[in-house]
């Protein structure tokens, strides 16, 4: 295909919610260019995940976590049964000893009208999963497993079939704001568009400010550690069981989790990397851990969650620690039976004030709209965010 001088739209960031986006503005027959540093779609937060599609039970209802993960999911199964993609929808248990916490949980789902979400003891609890250490759960129908490295592929696909553009390796380092247009620079190339999209992930806020604004947020890496379980073990498990969800966290705490392909992994915790992309605790960017802790909204959460923190690090740096929480959550599993396999890092933002912001972020910018916070379950949800986004600045 030929490329074109200039755009309609430019999309910063080839993960699942700007190529969602690049998907519904492409189906309006738009002129669309998505522009990614790495030589392939989702090779960052969309591609190194749990897999899990969210059932939305957890979030605040009306936020737009909540319209848009409920919405996302529904959108999500129709396009994974279209395109013939593999995944399973054979829901999840949180598990936890205290009836009470897990009866408010199911309440929330009576307000999202979610069905079947029912509370599961004993004997019921184990004929869904007959090895889980915990007895009391909610049993969630609505969770269900997918690889969104091939959901990402696939809109990646439809999206260049329909005509649209994606240039690979052309890290934006610049946007000018020039007469009626947007010039967007990288080392080699300049891109001209009349709108763009910021769906860079864990750069997002860079992005963001070298299109002029001041986003009152920075987004913090935390980086999530994976154990796969030894396949000989893949019966212990069933589908997924999750722990009761720190209300005061944006993130699920270590779970178990049977992948689509039959795998059983366990994880993600939260440990703060030391780079944006720091997968590995050898991963130190001094540039992006001096902004990072001397960041004042970072310096207040250091203070509010310094042992929670703390604990996730030794945990991390200590296998037998690690199998204690899996132990915690399902019997039969031993160090001899996990294997560590590679992690995610979650793009989170943070205020000035030391909150980890829990709803999605959207803030527009002259003739630029910006995503500076899509966290989990933004995968789930990345075909209603897509749809929106496209809504939004087409109406
Ligand atoms: C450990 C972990 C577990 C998770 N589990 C789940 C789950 O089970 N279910 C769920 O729904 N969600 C889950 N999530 C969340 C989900 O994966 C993310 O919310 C989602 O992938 C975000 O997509 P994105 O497109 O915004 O970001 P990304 O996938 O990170 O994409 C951003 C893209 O922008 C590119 N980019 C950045 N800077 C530039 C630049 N300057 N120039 C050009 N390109 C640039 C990057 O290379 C990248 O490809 C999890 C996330 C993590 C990290």
Not at 65 to 77: A, D, W
Not at 129 to 150: C, H, M, R, T, W
Not at 254 to 267: P, Q, S, V
Request: hydrophobic share 35%; net charge negative.
């Amino acid at each position: 295909m030929s490329k074109k001088n200039t755009y309609d739209f430019a999309i910063i960031g080839a993960g699942i919610v700007g190529l969602s986006t690049a998907l519904h503005l492409q189906r309006q027959n738009k002129n669309v260019l998505v522009l990614e540093k790495e030589n392939k779609p989702g090779l960052h937060q969309s591609g190194r995940n749990s897999g899990v599609i969210h059932s939305g039970i957890y979030y605040r209802p009306n936020s737009s976590k909540s319209e848009l993960s409920i919405r996302g999911r529904n959108l999500l199964i129709e396009y994974l049964n279209e395109k013939g993609i593999n995944y399973r929808q054979e829901g999840k248990v949180v598990v936890d000893n205290d009836l009470e916490k897990l009866e408010n949980l199911q309440s929330r789902s009576k307000e999202l009208e979610m069905h079947g979400v029912d509370i599961v003891q004993d004997d019921d609890l184990l004929s869904i999963e007959p090895n889980s250490v915990i007895k009391k759960g909610l049993f969630v129908p609505q969770a269900g497993v997918v690889d969104y490295g091939e959901v990402v592929r696939t809109y990646a696909g439809e999206f260049i079939e329909l005509g649209g553009e994606i240039q690979y390796i052309e890290e934006i380092i610049e946007i000018e704001n020039a007469h009626n247009a947007k010039k967007i620079k990288s080392k080699n190339n300049s891109f001209s568009c009349e709108f763009l999209i910021n769906c860079a992930g864990l750069f997002s806020d860079e992005i963001a400010r070298m299109d002029g604004m001041s986003p009152n947020v920075r987004i913090i890496p935390f980086r999530g550690e994976y154990y796969k379980i030894r396949n000989t073990k893949n019966s212990i498990l069933n589908n997924m069981i999750y722990p009761l969800a720190d209300p005061d966290l944006p993130f699920l705490g270590i779970h178990l989790t049977k992948t689509a392909n039959g795998d059983i992994e366990a994880g993600p915790n939260a440990v703060l990397a030391f780079s944006k992309e720091g997968y590995k605790w050898t991963d130190i960017n001094f540039v992006d851990l001096t902004k990072v802790l001397t960041y004042p909204g970072m310096i207040k959460l250091g203070k509010k969650y310094l042992k929670t923190g703390l604990s996730e690090m030794y945990r991390s740096l200590n296998k037998k620690v690690f199998v204690k929480e899996i132990q915690k959550l399902i019997n039969g599993v031993s160090s001899e039976d996990i294997i560590q396999i590679p992690s995610g890092v979650r793009a989170q933002a943070v205020d000035e004030e030391g909150n980890l912001l829990d709803d999605f972020l959207f803030e527009e910018g002259s003739s630029s709209l910006h995503v500076l916070n899509s966290p989990s379950p933004a995968a789930t949800a990345s075909l209603a965010i897509g749809e929106s986004i496209a809504s939004k600045i087409l109406n």
